[in-house]
């Protein structure tokens, strides 16, 4: 069984700040990491690989540096690594990223069939989820996503048994491999790295492939030619006029403070005065 | 919707705005009306609302799509959309559509579009609707932005601008789907507000037929585990919560914020280390990775006002911050706040509270 888990390096999130002149994202010094909800699928892989044998394959579009992602996952227990990386990829929408992605699974493929094609809900820094299900209509699979839990695989019949979670609820679905899943977070916890995968990243050799080593036919379809998004403005959200009301009094006790909030919050929104008398008990 | 916003610099003024010709034809607004065991899920009505000013502006209709089995339910699904600003309905019923599946649905909606060819087609961010509307938009190789905050139009270039958080929500970017339609976008529950029902509209309903045999659906359900109702927590909705923050310091400690929700009849939230620590259900993290509330109020203990936590919450009507530093960013939006150590705080405006409630109900 081969399955290739998807994955993105993402900027710490938590620690971009803006700059407060120029607006623009200050990513100096902002620490790049496997965007979490990756680490979820990976290790899903990597469970599917102990259970039923096969190979576990990463791979990620992006800038060289991303290449530090992949060596993390070979570190966790993926056996191989790729990553797709040319100019013309800069700028791709999630159109486009779909577009390269399932041209690189399609490559990996020849090499030996591919079954499940994992991905993370979505990245922490595009938050969109649109790319899993991009790439599994470009490669013509079936799509599961938010899928909690993989309840059986059946390699003989190539066919797999999961849980989704939808709105109001979870739907058991069973379909045929290969097939592409997006994986829910939080439903279990990425192993730690042992001392001969950590060796083992070290010196494995990444698959660097360009655009035409990624099977690329057609490159008006990458990049920003094939986005048909753009992004027309770039701002931070505007901070509200007047900040909080401290609210103080002579004595600063507790009660106090409390009684004088009530009163001036109620006093300007009697409202909520009447709303919260009617149901509170 | 950008994957790698950075790399791409403001480029509208460059690119070409006219529309090719080709697609000149495609006109009006289109929402997903999306619905699970016999009730339409409130984001498509806020979408219809959000969709009726799109319309207005552009002056084009609005229309709902309803896919579903056949029965009276879909129908009455119908009117409602009407009810919440549609002109007209598009209607594909089919057995097929009894449950959702990525592929029936992602056929059904993109036929309609390829036959009535909107300009603005909207759907909730949704697990339903990110699966629909990643597939569909691929499938018609047009763009999509994913969870929009905000939407407008350019008039003059007769174009959907989407607004939405990135980087975490540390930015907004406005995106625009040029020479591409339709121009889709999603948006989460809870984002725009709900529009006036008014139950006088009508309007006319457009069927269709899906044209799929069940044979050729590869994807089957096996079985739909309801969520149990009674014990899951209803943030989205809630008229008052009150929320903690690390600031508690230890899971006893929201005893404190517990006693406050229940004098007040309000929901219990959380800001995600809370969760992560598992003081808290998943459920009730507040928050770009949690839900998005808007409550009439919402007190927040022990919080320091991240924007991760600030863009679930900032549609609340009053706010009220509790938190020792009188630097937090939290004060920076919140309406009042109390400078002071959660601990007594939160005790003594429980009290508060009661007290002042047993005197109002007294008077009233
Ligand atoms: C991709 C991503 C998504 C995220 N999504 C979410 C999300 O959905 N929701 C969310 O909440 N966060 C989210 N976060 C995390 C967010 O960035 C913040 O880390 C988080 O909101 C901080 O939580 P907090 O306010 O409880 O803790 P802290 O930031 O540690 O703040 C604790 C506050 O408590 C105050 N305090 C301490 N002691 C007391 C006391 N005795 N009395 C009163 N006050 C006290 C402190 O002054 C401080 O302001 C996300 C982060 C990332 C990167």
Same mark, same amino acid.
């Given at each position: 069984?081969?399955?290739?888990?998807?994955?993105?390096?993402?900027?710490?999130?938590?620690?971009?700040?803006?700059?407060?002149?120029?607006?623009?994202?200050?990513?100096?010094?902002?620490?790049?990491?496997?965007?979490? *909800?990756?680490?979820?699928?990976?290790?899903?892989?990597?469970?599917?690989?102990?259970?039923?044998?096969?190979?576990?394959?990463?791979?990620?579009?992006?800038?060289?540096?991303?290449?530090?992602?992949?060596?993390?996952?070979?570190?966790?227990?993926?056996?191989?690594?790729?990553?797709?990386?040319?100019?013309?990829?800069?700028?791709?929408?999630?159109?486009?990223?779909?577009?390269?992605?399932? +041209?690189?699974?399609?490559?990996?493929?020849?090499?030996?069939?591919?079954?499940?094609?994992?991905?993370?809900?979505?990245?922490?820094?595009?938050?969109?989820?649109?790319?899993?299900?991009?790439?599994?209509?470009?490669?013509?699979?079936?799509?599961?996503?938010?899928? +909690?839990?993989?309840?059986?695989?059946?390699?003989?019949?190539?066919?797999?048994?999961?849980?989704?979670?939808?709105?109001?609820?979870?739907?058991?679905?069973?379909?045929?491999?290969?097939?592409?899943?997006?994986?829910?977070?939080?439903?279990?916890?990425?192993?730690?790295?042992?001392?001969?995968?950590?060796?083992?990243?070290?010196?494995?050799?990444?698959?660097?492939?360009?655009?035409?080593?990624?099977?690329?036919?057609?490159?008006?379809?990458?990049?920003?030619?094939? +986005?048909?998004?753009?992004?027309?403005?770039?701002?931070?959200?505007?901070?509200?006029?007047?900040?909080?009301?401290?609210?103080?009094?002579?004595?600063?006790?507790?009660?106090?403070?409390?009684?004088?909030?009530?009163?001036?919050?109620?006093?300007?929104?009697?409202?909520?005065?009447?709303?919260?008398?009617?149901?509170?008990? | 919707?950008?994957?790698?916003?950075?790399?791409?610099?403001?480029?509208?003024?460059?690119?070409?705005?006219?529309?090719?010709?080709?697609?000149?034809? *495609?006109?009006?607004?289109?929402?997903?009306?999306?619905?699970?065991?016999?009730?339409?899920?409130?984001?498509?009505?806020?979408?219809?609302?959000?969709?009726?000013?799109?319309?207005?502006?552009?002056?084009?209709? %609005?229309?709902?799509?309803?896919?579903?089995?056949?029965?009276?339910?879909?129908?009455?699904?119908?009117?409602?959309?009407?009810?919440?600003?549609?002109? %007209?309905?598009?209607?594909?019923?089919?057995?097929?559509?009894?449950?959702?599946?990525?592929?029936?649905?992602?056929?059904?909606?993109?036929?309609?579009?390829?036959?009535?060819?909107?300009?603005?087609?909207?759907?909730?961010?949704?697990?339903?609707?990110?699966?629909?509307?990643?597939?569909?938009?691929?499938?018609?190789?047009?763009?999509?932005?994913?969870?929009?905050?905000?939407?407008?139009?350019?008039?003059?270039?007769?174009?959907?601008?989407?607004?939405?958080?990135?980087?975490?929500? +540390?930015?907004?970017?406005?995106?625009?789907?040029?020479? *591409?339609?339709?121009?889709?976008?999603?948006?989460?529950?809870?984002?725009?507000?709900?529009?006036?029902?008014?139950?006088?509209?009508?309007?006319?309903?457009?069927?269709?037929?899906?044209?799929?045999?069940?044979?050729?659906?590869?994807?089957?359900?096996?079985?739909?585990?309801?969520?149990?109702?009674?014990?899951?927590?209803?943030?989205?909705?809630?008229?008052?919560?009150?929320?903690?923050?690390?600031?508690?310091?230890?899971?006893?400690?929201?005893?404190?914020?517990?006693?406050?929700?229940?004098?007040?009849?309000?929901?219990?939230?959380?800001?995600?280390?809370?969760?992560?620590?598992?003081?808290?259900?998943?459920?009730?993290?507040?928050?770009?990775?949690?839900?998005?509330?808007?409550?009439? %109020?919402?007190?927040?203990?022990?919080?320091?006002?991240?924007?991760?936590?600030?863009?679930?919450?900032?549609?609340?009507?009053?706010?009220?911050?509790?938190?020792?530093?009188?630097?937090?960013?939290?004060?920076?939006?919140?309406?009042?706040?109390?400078?002071?150590?959660?601990?007594?705080?939160?005790?003594?405006?429980?009290?508060?509270?009661?007290?002042?409630?047993?005197?109002?109900?007294?008077?009233?």
């Amino acid at each position: 069984m081969h399955i290739v888990v998807c994955i993105k390096q993402v900027p710490d999130s938590a620690q971009i700040r803006v700059h407060p002149v120029t607006n623009t994202i200050m990513r100096q010094g902002v620490p790049a990491i496997v965007n979490p *909800y990756d680490l979820y699928a990976l290790e899903e892989a990597l469970r599917l690989k102990d259970q039923y044998g096969g190979r576990v394959t990463v791979l990620t579009m992006g800038p060289p540096m991303a290449e530090a992602a992949l060596r993390k996952a070979i570190s966790y227990g993926a056996d191989d690594a790729v990553l797709v990386t040319d100019r013309v990829f800069a700028g791709s929408d999630t159109l486009a990223t779909s577009y390269a992605l399932a +041209s690189a699974i399609s490559q990996i493929s020849k090499d030996m069939p591919v079954d499940l094609v994992f991905t993370g809900k979505q990245t922490i820094d595009g938050d969109t989820a649109q790319v899993g299900p991009g790439v599994a209509k470009r490669l013509d699979m079936q799509l599961l996503t938010y899928v +909690s839990k993989v309840r059986s695989l059946d390699t003989e019949n190539d066919e797999i048994v999961v849980e989704r979670r939808s709105e109001g609820g979870v739907q058991v679905l069973k379909t045929s491999t290969p097939c592409l899943i997006t994986v829910l977070e939080g439903n279990n916890e990425m192993r730690f790295a042992t001392m001969a995968n950590m060796f083992r990243a070290s010196r494995y050799p990444v698959k660097i492939w360009n655009k035409d080593e990624a099977g690329i036919e057609d490159v008006t379809k990458t990049g920003l030619k094939g +986005s048909p998004t753009v992004v027309s403005k770039v701002f931070a959200p505007t901070p509200r006029a007047v900040k909080a009301e401290i609210i103080q009094c002579e004595s600063n006790e507790p009660g106090d403070l409390s009684v004088t909030l009530l009163a001036k919050m109620f006093n300007k929104h009697p409202k909520l005065e009447k709303e919260i008398a009617k149901r509170a008990v | 919707m950008s994957e790698e916003t950075e790399a791409k610099k403001p480029a509208a003024g460059k690119r070409k705005l006219q529309l090719d010709e080709s697609l000149l034809g *495609y006109k009006g607004v289109w929402v997903f009306v999306e619905h699970e065991r016999g009730a339409i899920h409130p984001v498509s009505l806020e979408l219809l609302g959000e969709g009726r000013k799109l319309a207005d502006m552009l002056g084009v209709e %609005l229309a709902g799509v309803v896919m579903g089995q056949p029965g009276d339910t879909t129908r009455s699904f119908c009117h409602e959309a009407f009810f919440h600003g549609a002109d %007209l309905c598009y209607l594909v019923e089919d057995p097929l559509l009894t449950d959702y599946r990525n592929e029936p649905y992602t056929k059904g909606l993109t036929d309609l579009v390829n036959k009535y060819q909107p300009e603005i087609l909207l759907l909730g961010a949704t697990t339903l609707g990110r699966d629909l509307a990643g597939s569909v938009a691929t499938t018609l190789k047009t763009g999509l932005t994913a969870d929009c905050t905000e939407l407008n139009v350019d008039l003059e270039a007769r174009s959907l601008l989407a607004t939405r958080p990135t980087f975490g929500g +540390s930015l907004l970017c406005t995106i625009q789907t040029l020479n *591409y339609r339709p121009q889709m976008a999603t948006v989460r529950p809870r984002v725009m507000a709900m529009p006036e029902r008014d139950a006088t509209r009508s309007g006319r309903i457009v069927e269709d037929k899906l044209g799929m045999v069940e044979s050729s659906i590869i994807t089957k359900v096996l079985e739909f585990i309801p969520d149990e109702m009674q014990d899951k927590p209803q943030l989205p909705f809630a008229d008052i919560i009150v929320s903690g923050g690390r600031g508690m310091k230890k899971p006893e400690n929201f005893k404190l914020i517990w006693d406050l929700a229940n004098v007040l009849g309000a929901e219990v939230g959380a800001t995600r280390p809370v969760v992560q620590a598992g003081w808290l259900d998943l459920e009730r993290q507040v928050g770009q990775s949690g839900k998005t509330v808007r409550p009439k %109020l919402y007190i927040a203990a022990g919080i320091s006002g991240a924007i991760q936590h600030r863009v679930g919450m900032d549609a609340s009507d009053v706010i009220i911050a509790i938190n020792n530093d009188p630097n937090a960013p939290i004060f920076d939006f919140a309406h009042y706040g109390i400078v002071g150590n959660a601990m007594t705080i939160l005790p003594a405006l429980t009290e508060a509270f009661k007290a002042h409630l047993a005197t109002a109900r007294k008077a009233g």
